[in-house]
């Protein structure tokens, strides 16, 4: 019997990734700017949380809510919608 994932919001990887673009940040510089995390994320990780394919930590989350200015409810709501630039 394999372990279920739990339910990840069907927008995050969209409002990650939109993120990340806004800020004009390379995969590879999202990364560095996220070293500070515990268990920090690397490049190639970062392209999976925009593909879906991972789910990032909440200290992850939290950190690319901080660089959008939003709050993390936006990002894991789907019936919102990141503000406009």
Request: charged share 30%; glycine share 4%.
């Amino acid at each position: 019997m394999g372990r279920q994932r739990r339910a990840q919001p069907k927008r995050l990887a969209y409002k990650l990734r939109e993120i990340r673009r806004r800020l004009d940040l390379s995969q590879q510089e999202m990364a560095e700017r996220l070293q500070h995390v515990p268990s920090p994320p690397y490049p190639g990780l970062i392209s999976r949380y925009e593909q879906g394919k991972a789910e990032p930590s909440l200290l992850v989350l939290l950190e690319y809510a901080r660089f959008a200015g939003i709050s993390m409810d936006v990002l894991v709501d789907d019936k919102q919608n990141l503000p406009k630039k």
